[in-house]
């Protein structure tokens, strides 16, 4: 998700990355269920909202320090 921020224009907060799980999953190379768990840990977190077709970066720090 943070290499997609940045592809996307930077990390700002309400930033829309408009791709599914199932996107995100083929891109990174793992299941969707893989894929899923890890942006439940973010929604959990605060870090992001997920609804259809979009991810919505709620707090891109978050997001960054989870990515190290």
Request: aromatic share 2%; no cysteine.
């Amino acid at each position: 998700v943070r290499d997609l921020m940045k592809a996307w224009g930077g990390p700002s907060t309400g930033m829309e990355i408009p791709l599914t799980q199932d996107d995100l999953a083929s891109l990174a190379g793992l299941t969707r269920a893989t894929m899923s768990r890890a942006l439940q840990e973010l929604v959990d977190s605060g870090a992001l909202q997920i609804s259809r077709k979009k991810i919505v970066v709620l707090d891109p720090a978050v997001v960054n320090a989870r990515a190290d």
